[in-house]
């Protein structure tokens, strides 16, 4: 499974870091990609990392100011979101993709994230 | 970036019905398409990879097609539990694309 971070509140111009803990299988053998819902919208695809190598590719939206990294020995991916304003608050997903078939097969419980001055 | 037309963004159908909802692709992706159900206050669910490959564990009555720029997501016969909205996702470069999403209501 894969847990996720609890609920955060930040200030217009803070940064953000989530965590993902994965669970009951080899951390490294799946990428991690992180997602969001703002209120009432779609999903939106942020970006992905390769835990084996610690690769990374991101939306065009988020060049800049996303990060993700993770931590091997605690099984643990990190989003980080800098310079946040009031239309970064959503919901964050964390998903494992199954490579060969190129499916988010399990997904993280989400994040409630606000943003507010 | 690679763009997805998702349509329509919402329809009304009853228990019974046969429904389908389309995207585009903005170029050609081949068959890197899957599509995910979400329900209010839940994580999605993967339904279909491969554009037409069935998750296992997934109804039958959940079927997909499509390569190239167009794609379909067809439910034989909606059930209760499948009123949700439905979201494609394309996975052909290595920034991926979501459609705008499908919402399937009661009628």
């Known amino acids: 499974q894969l847990v996720q971070s609890g609920a955060d509140i930040k200030r217009p111009g803070a940064s953000l870091r989530l965590s993902c803990t994965a669970s009951g299988y080899t951390f490294r053998n799946y990428y991690i990609h992180w997602m969001r819902q703002a209120p009432g919208q779609g999903l939106e695809w942020m970006g992905v990392?390769?835990?084996?190598?610690?690769?990374?590719h991101f939306a065009q939206s988020f060049q800049g100011r996303l990060s993700i990294t993770s931590d091997t020995s605690t099984a643990t991916a990190y989003m980080e979101l800098s310079s946040l304003r009031s239309e970064d608050t959503a919901v964050y997903y964390c998903?494992?993709?199954?490579?060969?078939?190129?499916?988010?097969?399990?997904w993280g419980q989400g994040t409630v994230v606000t943003v507010s001055s | 970036a690679i763009q997805m037309t998702q349509t329509p963004s919402s329809l009304s159908a009853s228990v019974g019905d046969r429904v389908t909802i389309t995207c585009r692709a903005s170029?050609?992706?081949?068959?890197?398409l899957a599509w995910y159900q979400q329900k209010p206050g839940q994580a999605p669910k993967v339904l279909i990879y491969?554009?037409?490959n069935l998750q296992n564990g997934v109804p039958s009555r959940f079927s997909a097609s499509g390569s190239g720029t167009f794609f379909t997501l067809t439910i034989s016969s909606l059930q209760p539990e499948d009123f949700a909205t439905y979201y494609c996702l394309q996975n052909n470069d290595y920034t991926w694309t979501f459609g705008q999403g499908t919402k399937v209501e009661v009628k």
């Open positions: 170029q050609g992706i081949r068959n890197d």
């Open positions: 998903a494992r993709e199954k490579v060969v078939y190129h499916a988010l097969d399990m």
């Open positions: 491969g554009a037409s």
């Open positions: 990392l390769d835990p084996s190598d610690g690769g990374t």
